[in-house]
C-alpha cells in the first residue's frame, strides 16, 4: 500500500505547483486544473462551478451556518506581457487548500464553502461568482497577504479595509496642420499641460490622482500633434469620494477643451472594500487581530461581495522587510501558508 504524504509536504508541492504555473487574469485554466486535481485527489468535498471561479463545500452534520472563505489564483500580467505570481495569489489559494484538508480531518460545527476565484487583479473574478450567495451565505471572509506588516500578524478595519479605485483614459483631438503653420492647426498640448498641473493638488487619501502615462502625437517631426491620450489612476477611501473625485476632473476638462474634442474611458473599477463592524470585530476577537490605522491604498474586487452581504476583509503580515506587492522581487512567503490557513479555521469553527 503507498504510504501518504504528510499534509504539509504536499501543501507544498502544491504551492510550488502553482507558484510555477502564473496564468494572468481569465486564463487560469492550467491554475484551476491543479487546484481541482488537487481537491478532488485529497478531500471528499462537493464541487460546483462559477462563471468567475468554483468552489467546495465541506458540509457539517450540525450545519450551524453556512460561512465562506474567498481565495483568489490569478497571477499579474507585467510589461512584457508574461503572467508571474508578484501578489501572492499562489500562496492564497493554497493556503485555502490547507484549510480544505484540516477541515476534512478535524470537522467543523458549520457549512464551509471555499470559493476560489479567478480574475482578482483585473477587478472582473468577483463579481462573476456572486451566485454563490444562492447558498444563503451567512458570512464571508476574504485576506491578503500585507508585506510591510509584521510577520503573521492580523489586521483589519471597521469600515473601509481597502480604497476605491479606477483607471481613467482621457483623450483629446484637435486638428492636424504642418509643423510650419501650428497656428491653421488644433493642438491639444495646452490642455494636456493644465491637466498634470491641475492633478498635482490630488494627493491625499481621500481624493487621489496619479498619473500613469501620456500620449501625445506621434514621431513624424513635419505634422504638428493634434491628438493626446492621458492615463490616470483615480483613488479614494469611498466610493461616494470617487464619484465626486471623477466628476470634478471631468468637468474641469470639459470647461478647458475649448475647441478640442473630448472623450474619456473608465476601466478597471475596484469598489472600497467596506467591513461590516461586527464581522470586523469577530476577526479582531478570534483572530488576536490589530486595527489598521488607513486602509490600503490598494484595491481589491471582494469589495463586490460585501455589498448587501455580511463579512470582512483582513491582512496578515507577510514580514516588516518583505518586497512590496506587484515587485520583481516579491515571492509570497510559505510559511504564511500555515499561519493563513488556521486564521481561516479560527473564523469556521
Known amino acids: 500500500m503507498k504510504k501518504k504524504k504528510p499534509m504539509n509536504e504536499i501543501i507544498k508541492q ?12 481569465e486564463r487560469e485554466e492550467k491554475t484551476r486544473k491543479i487546484i481541482t486535481e488537487f481537491m478532488n485527489r485529497n478531500t471528499s468535498m462537493e464541487y460546483y462551478e462559477l462563471p468567475g471561479g468554483f468552489y467546495y463545500v465541506y458540509r457539517s452534520p450540525k450545519g450551524l451556518k453556512n460561512i465562506a472563505i474567498r481565495a483568489d489564483y490569478d497571477a499579474v500580467t507585467c ?4 503572467a508571474r505570481h508578484l501578489c501572492g495569489h499562489d500562496g492564497h489559494a493554497t493556503s ?14 458549520n457549512n464551509v464553502f471555499l470559493l476560489f476565484q479567478s480574475a482578482e487583479e483585473n477587478g472582473e473574478g468577483a463579481k462573476k461568482c456572486l451566485d454563490i450567495f444562492n447558498e444563503k451565505i451567512d458570512v464571508i471572509y476574504g485576506q491578503h497577504n500585507l508585506p ?3 510577520f503573521g500578524k492580523v489586521f483589519t478595519s471597521y469600515n473601509t479595509f481597502a480604497c476605491t479605485s479606477c483607471g481613467l483614459i482621457i483623450r483629446l483631438k484637435g486638428k492636424s496642420s504642418h509643423a510650419a503653420y501650428p497656428e491653421l492647426g488644433i493642438s491639444p498640448g495646452h490642455l494636456s499641460a493644465e491637466i498634470l498641473k491641475k492633478i498635482e493638488g490630488y494627493h491625499t487619501l481621500e481624493k487621489m490622482i496619479t498619473l500613469i502615462g501620456v500620449k501625445i502625437g506621434e514621431k513624424t517631426f513635419g505634422v ?3 491628438e493626446a491620450e492621458i492615463y490616470l489612476t483615480l483613488r479614494s477611501t469611498t466610493d461616494e469620494n470617487l464619484k465626486e473625485l471623477e466628476e470634478e476632473l471631468i468637468s474641469y476638462i470639459d470647461m478647458n477643451k475649448g475647441e478640442l474634442k473630448f472623450s474619456y474611458e473608465k ?12 464581522e470586523a470585530q469577530r476577526v479582531l476577537d478570534r483572530l488576536d487581530g490589530e486595527l489598521l490605522k488607513e486602509p490600503m491604498r490598494w484595491s481589491e474586487d471582494f469589495a463586490h461581495y460585501l455589498k448587501g452581504h455580511k463579512g470582512a476583509f483582513f491582512g496578515i503580515g507577510a514580514g516588516e522587510k518583505h518586497p512590496g506587492l506587484h515587485t ?8 504564511l501558508i500555515d499561519i493563513t490557513r488556521d486564521c481561516f479555521y479560527g473564523l469556521v469553527k
Open 14 to 25: 502544491l504551492f510550488t505547483d502553482l507558484h510555477e504555473n502564473p496564468e494572468s487574469s
Open 79 to 82: 510589461d512584457d506581457h508574461k
Open 96 to 109: 485555502l487548500c490547507a484549510l480544505a484538508l484540516l477541515l476534512e480531518e478535524k470537522g467543523c460545527d
Open 148 to 150: 510591510g506588516f509584521a
Open 224 to 226: 504638428m500633434a493634434h
Open 267 to 278: 476601466i478597471d473599477h475596484f469598489p472600497a472594500v467596506f467591513n461590516d463592524k461586527e
Open 328 to 335: 520583481a522581487e516579491y515571492v509570497y512567503p510559505v510559511e
